[in-house]
């Protein structure tokens, strides 16, 4: 640690126990040390030159006699403007840590500490006020109403607050999180307006964006998801046959960012209705840091689950070489009871991994981090239900199969910054591996055709799939305070998959098919993005992506009852430009209108049916879409209150659909084709309230109004019909109470959440019973903290509703088969957490 004492003098004991109290807190902080010769409101000239924000503030300590505290790590790649004027010392730090997002707090006039956030100026003022109470006594820790306070995101490649951003955007960080319980996408997804979660148990649930689906579900669906899911700077989701989703664990998040509308010019394919990026807290070399937390829930009519996760981070080197280790832990019991296999709650599983990051900074300039990152979810059985209560148990389903799944993705990524000065040069290199198996319950169907009664042990449908992706990006960001600031870069994928499709029926002859698919796509592009500030108010940006994406696809298997001819190599290329282009105006310092177009795609792909001379045809290329978008964000209210919303209206052009030809000898073929158009249009808005330091209510809605304009006649479909998988009208609200100031160092919270969530169709083609219910549900959730030491209790679904969340039919052979997805039952749960 770095301690450089400018003028020594005599100092107040106090302030020694103070400085004292945090460097053993916080493990890194430098100072520039003086004596303070004149008060507050004195008033000097400065003439500080633009520099690095750490220089700044040594001048500027040098200059006043003052002593000024402040961490290396929060200073790092930030710079000062330059300062020249008469200010008095208090407005002079407040001029020169503004566009940095930091703040000065001071303790009776005569030291300065330079923090960032809301939580970390409370523990400041802690500390000084508890400044002569002597050494060892642990810090006092609170909650805090964090609505208001100022999140930095990198949804644009670079640190921007996210008031500033463009475009609709969500963050919650890993403190909101953990305020509202999230163990999944499902919890925190919730809160995100034009977002819907089809929650179809664990690794099976599409996220969809904005209306952007033409199916409901990740089941039986070879085309790419029209969402990303990033890891970091992963796109975790493969690009054919994406059957399972990604769901990462939440423990040790640093935060979580949604991206709402098309993401193609700095994201890619994919990112057609929007994008999820789950960012990871990074090794801190500079304090050590440990936290333990247990979970343990009831379900009502259901198994018990229980959950641990542990992190732990250790400077190897001060200020230089860091570890960090988490490892998590999750079992789920069931609650769903099987009637025909006479079983109880046979959906549970079990989630568990791990991450490994090390993190060396040889120098001011170079950081570099490797990851190592695993991920295991097992499904035991579907979570689908009876989808009407003349069928059965409102809770049970009759499958004959168990949909068992066990899912796993490994991550290894070196990732280097090099500070250039006027730009930051970054280089992320990862390689994962996703390994699938999947059953599916296709016996069901057989029965209903054949009316057999088939035992589990006399049919069985499975998938595996074996993933390897290696993606390499490269980036140069501009820095500093510049009328333009620029990113450009570079991005190459390399994705091979091996599918394993194995079908066996007794009564179909036992091999019914079994197929092997060998996809491999490779993805080159270039990308760059240009804001230009024409006036102080007005800031225009333009950006693009090229790119070159090929396709190949081989089926060297394809045996059994109902396979056709194999599929010899087949290569399908395609190439394209995704514009941007984005306009915003600040009204004053907290309220920015913007007004943005932008264009996304997915890529194109191989038809797995060879039958050329019925009409098929070999490939399909990429579907696209227009996203037109104008937005509000603000604050009103003296702070105490932020609106941000948007509107937008979505053209989607070549949607990738599916066509039925049948040919004059009754051959019946069904392939995917670029067959239809459809729009998208609707309102976003989210609205946070601090009324008081104790109080905060929020409140976030959207309505989307998703529908398809023309399509080819063979699809079956319908003009105007409604894409799947998204409510018209979603709302989440919630009330909060924060009490720091309880007796015996106890601070403590209450949070009542509410979302509401409108009808939704599973399929495309709208038919009456595949209508969601409309419901209501409720959460209730509170927390006691005692220095160190956190404890939560916690009701979901408070009034145990049942409804269905979705309804929809696994239709093959002409034969439906109903299922449904309900809220999971009233859940009461505690978990404890202790952090050293």
């Given at each position: 640690?770095?301690?450089?004492?400018?003028?020594?003098?005599?100092?107040?004991?106090?302030?020694?126990?103070?400085?004292?109290?945090?460097?053993?807190?916080?493990?890194?902080?430098?100072?520039?040390?003086?004596?303070?010769?004149?008060?507050?409101?004195?008033?000097?000239?400065?003439?500080?030159?633009?520099?690095?924000?750490?220089?700044?503030?040594?001048?500027?300590?040098?200059?006043?006699?003052?002593?000024?505290?402040?961490?290396?790590?929060?200073?790092?790649?930030?710079?000062?403007?330059?300062?020249?004027?008469?200010?008095?010392?208090?407005?002079?730090?407040?001029?020169?840590?503004?566009?940095?997002?930091?703040?000065?707090?001071?303790?009776?006039?005569?030291?300065?500490?330079?923090?960032?956030?809301?939580?970390?100026?409370?523990?400041?003022?802690?500390?000084?006020?508890?400044?002569?109470?002597?050494?060892?006594?642990?810090?006092?820790?609170?909650?805090?109403?964090?609505?208001?306070?100022?999140?930095?995101?990198?949804?644009?490649?670079?640190?921007?607050?996210?008031?500033?951003?463009?475009?609709?955007?969500?963050?919650?960080?890993?403190?909101?999180?953990?305020?509202?319980?999230?163990?999944?996408?499902?919890?925190?997804?919730?809160?995100?307006?034009?977002?819907?979660?089809?929650?179809?148990?664990?690794?099976?649930?599409?996220?969809?964006?904005?209306?952007?689906?033409?199916?409901?579900?990740?089941?039986?669906?070879?085309?790419?998801?029209?969402?990303?899911?990033?890891?970091?700077?992963?796109?975790?989701?493969?690009?054919?046959?994406?059957?399972?989703?990604?769901?990462?664990?939440?423990?040790?998040?640093?935060?979580?960012?949604?991206?709402?509308?098309?993401?193609?010019?700095?994201?890619?394919?994919?990112?057609?209705?929007?994008?999820?990026?789950?960012?990871?807290?990074?090794?801190?070399?500079?304090?050590?840091?440990?936290?333990?937390?247990?979970?343990?829930?009831?379900?009502?009519?259901?198994?018990?689950?229980?959950?641990?996760?542990?992190?732990?981070?250790?400077?190897?080197?001060?200020?230089?070489?860091?570890?960090?280790?988490?490892?998590?832990?999750?079992?789920?019991?069931?609650?769903?009871?099987?009637?025909?296999?006479?079983?109880?709650?046979?959906?549970?599983?079990?989630?568990?991994?791990?991450?490994?990051?090390?993190?060396?900074?040889?120098?001011?300039?170079?950081?570099?981090?490797?990851?190592?990152?695993?991920?295991?979810?097992?499904?035991?059985?579907?979570?689908?239900?009876?989808?009407?209560?003349?069928?059965?148990?409102?809770?049970?389903?009759?499958?004959?199969?168990?949909?068992?799944?066990?899912?796993?993705?490994?991550?290894?990524?070196?990732?280097?910054?090099?500070?250039?000065?006027?730009?930051?040069?970054?280089?992320?290199?990862?390689?994962?591996?996703?390994?699938?198996?999947?059953?599916?319950?296709?016996?069901?169907?057989?029965?209903?055709?054949?009316?057999?009664?088939?035992?589990?042990?006399?049919?069985?449908?499975?998938?595996?799939?074996?993933?390897?992706?290696?993606?390499?990006?490269?980036?140069?960001?501009?820095?500093?305070?510049?009328?333009?600031?620029?990113?450009?870069?570079?991005?190459?994928?390399?994705?091979?998959?091996?599918?394993?499709?194995?079908?066996?029926?007794?009564?179909?002859?036992?091999?019914?098919?079994?197929?092997?698919?060998?996809?491999?796509?490779?993805?080159?592009?270039?990308?760059?993005?240009?804001?230009?500030?024409?006036?102080?108010?007005?800031?225009?940006?333009?950006?693009?992506?090229?790119?070159?994406?090929?396709?190949?696809?081989?089926?060297?298997?394809?045996?059994?009852?109902?396979?056709?001819?194999?599929?010899?190599?087949?290569?399908?290329?395609?190439?394209?430009?995704?514009?941007?282009?984005?306009?915003?105006y600040y009204i004053n310092d907290d309220s920015h209108i913007y007004t943005s177009a932008t264009k996304g795609f997915r890529v194109g792909q191989i038809n797995t049916t060879v039958a050329p001379e019925a009409g098929v045809p070999a490939s399909y290329d990429p579907d696209s879409l227009w996203n037109y978008e104008v937005g509000l964000k603000t604050l009103l209210l003296n702070g105490h209150l932020k609106l941000n919303m948007a509107a937008y209206y979505i053209d989607w052009t070549d949607i990738q659909l599916q066509r039925t030809i049948k040919t004059d000898d009754d051959r019946v073929f069904n392939f995917n084709d670029n067959?239809?158009?459809?729009?998208?249009?609707?309102?976003?808005?989210?609205?946070?309230?601090?009324?008081?330091?104790?109080?905060?209510?929020?409140?976030?809605?959207?309505?989307?109004?998703?529908?398809?304009?023309?399509?080819?006649?063979?699809?079956?479909?319908?003009?105007?019909?409604?894409?799947?998988?998204?409510?018209?009208?979603?709302?989440?609200?919630?009330?909060?109470?924060?009490?720091?100031?309880?007796?015996?160092?106890?601070?403590g919270y209450v949070r009542l959440s509410h979302q509401h969530v409108g009808q939704m169709v599973s399929n495309i083609n709208n038919a009456d019973y595949l209508y969601s219910d409309t419901y209501n549900s409720f959460n209730l959730r509170g927390g006691l903290q005692y220095r160190n030491y956190e404890v939560a209790l916690y009701i979901d679904n408070l009034l145990n509703n049942d409804a269905a969340t979705s309804k929809y039919d696994m239709d093959l052979f002409n034969v439906n088969t109903f299922r449904a997805f309900r809220l999971k039952p009233r859940t009461m749960g505690l978990t404890f957490r202790v952090d050293f």
């Amino acid at each position: 640690m770095d301690v450089s004492f400018i003028k020594l003098k005599a100092i107040p004991f106090f302030k020694i126990k103070l400085l004292t109290k945090v460097i053993a807190t916080s493990l890194g902080l430098s100072a520039s040390v003086g004596l303070v010769q004149a008060v507050e409101n004195d008033r000097q000239y400065y003439d500080i030159a633009p520099n690095t924000m750490s220089e700044a503030l040594k001048v500027f300590a040098l200059e006043t006699d003052s002593e000024v505290l402040f961490s290396p790590s929060l200073v790092a790649n930030k710079s000062m403007g330059g300062l020249k004027g008469e200010y008095t010392r208090q407005q002079a730090l407040t001029t020169m840590l503004a566009d940095a997002g930091l703040v000065a707090e001071t303790s009776d006039e005569k030291v300065f500490m330079v923090v960032s956030s809301q939580d970390e100026r409370n523990r400041a003022r802690a500390n000084i006020a508890a400044g002569d109470a002597g050494m060892g006594v642990a810090e006092k820790k609170g909650y805090r109403n964090s609505g208001i306070e100022e999140v930095t995101v990198t949804a644009n490649k670079r640190e921007q607050d996210l008031q500033d951003v463009a475009m609709s955007l969500s963050a919650l960080t890993g403190d909101d999180l953990n305020r509202i319980g999230a163990v999944g996408a499902q919890d925190y997804l919730a809160q995100i307006p034009g977002v819907n979660y089809n929650a179809q148990g664990k690794g099976r649930s599409p996220v969809i964006v904005r209306g952007i689906s033409t199916i409901s579900t990740t089941i039986l669906s070879d085309a790419q998801s029209t969402s990303a899911i990033y890891i970091d700077n992963l796109p975790s989701l493969q690009r054919w046959g994406a059957w399972t989703n990604t769901d990462p664990n939440t423990f040790d998040v640093e935060r979580v960012e949604v991206l709402r509308g098309p993401q193609g010019t700095l994201f890619g394919s994919g990112a057609l209705g929007g994008a999820l990026r789950v960012i990871n807290n990074k090794p801190n070399a500079s304090e050590f840091q440990s936290s333990i937390d247990l979970g343990q829930s009831f379900t009502q009519g259901g198994d018990d689950s229980n959950s641990i996760n542990a992190m732990l981070n250790i400077p190897l080197v001060d200020d230089e070489l860091a570890l960090r280790v988490v490892a998590f832990s999750r079992n789920d019991g069931g609650y769903i009871d099987n009637t025909r296999r006479d079983e109880k709650n046979v959906n549970g599983g079990e989630m568990e991994g791990g991450r490994l990051m090390l993190a060396y900074m040889p120098n001011e300039d170079l950081s570099l981090r490797l990851t190592a990152t695993h991920q295991a979810d097992i499904v035991d059985d579907s979570s689908a239900t009876f989808r009407d209560k003349d069928d059965g148990p409102r809770y049970a389903y009759d499958g004959v199969i168990p949909e068992f799944s066990d899912v796993s993705i490994s991550i290894y990524n070196l990732s280097a910054d090099y500070d250039l000065g006027d730009a930051l040069l970054t280089s992320s290199t990862t390689y994962s591996k996703r390994d699938s198996l999947i059953n599916l319950d296709l016996a069901s169907l057989v029965d209903a055709i054949f009316d057999t009664g088939l035992e589990p042990d006399e049919n069985g449908y499975s998938l595996t799939e074996e993933v390897e992706t290696f993606a390499q990006e490269i980036r140069l960001v501009s820095q500093g305070d510049g009328p333009m600031q620029w990113t450009v870069g570079a991005f190459y994928l390399d994705q091979k998959i091996d599918t394993f499709q194995d079908w066996t029926a007794d009564n179909l002859g036992d091999l019914v098919q079994q197929t092997q698919f060998f996809p491999h796509i490779t993805e080159m592009a270039v990308f760059g993005e240009l804001t230009y500030q024409i006036t102080d108010e007005i800031f225009v940006t333009g950006g693009g992506r090229w790119f070159d994406n090929s396709f190949e696809f081989e089926i060297p298997i394809n045996i059994g009852a109902l396979a056709n001819s194999t599929l010899p190599l087949t290569d399908e290329v395609s190439s394209s430009f995704t514009p941007k282009v984005a306009l915003s105006y600040y009204i004053n310092d907290d309220s920015h209108i913007y007004t943005s177009a932008t264009k996304g795609f997915r890529v194109g792909q191989i038809n797995t049916t060879v039958a050329p001379e019925a009409g098929v045809p070999a490939s399909y290329d990429p579907d696209s879409l227009w996203n037109y978008e104008v937005g509000l964000k603000t604050l009103l209210l003296n702070g105490h209150l932020k609106l941000n919303m948007a509107a937008y209206y979505i053209d989607w052009t070549d949607i990738q659909l599916q066509r039925t030809i049948k040919t004059d000898d009754d051959r019946v073929f069904n392939f995917n084709d670029n067959a239809g158009d459809a729009t998208s249009k609707g309102i976003e808005v989210e609205l946070t309230y601090l009324p008081n330091e104790n109080w905060e209510v929020g409140t976030a809605f959207s309505y989307v109004d998703a529908t398809l304009e023309t399509v080819a006649g063979d699809t079956g479909l319908t003009p105007g019909s409604t894409l799947p998988g998204t409510p018209d009208f979603t709302m989440a609200n919630y009330v909060q109470y924060v009490e720091n100031e309880m007796s015996n160092d106890l601070a403590g919270y209450v949070r009542l959440s509410h979302q509401h969530v409108g009808q939704m169709v599973s399929n495309i083609n709208n038919a009456d019973y595949l209508y969601s219910d409309t419901y209501n549900s409720f959460n209730l959730r509170g927390g006691l903290q005692y220095r160190n030491y956190e404890v939560a209790l916690y009701i979901d679904n408070l009034l145990n509703n049942d409804a269905a969340t979705s309804k929809y039919d696994m239709d093959l052979f002409n034969v439906n088969t109903f299922r449904a997805f309900r809220l999971k039952p009233r859940t009461m749960g505690l978990t404890f957490r202790v952090d050293f």
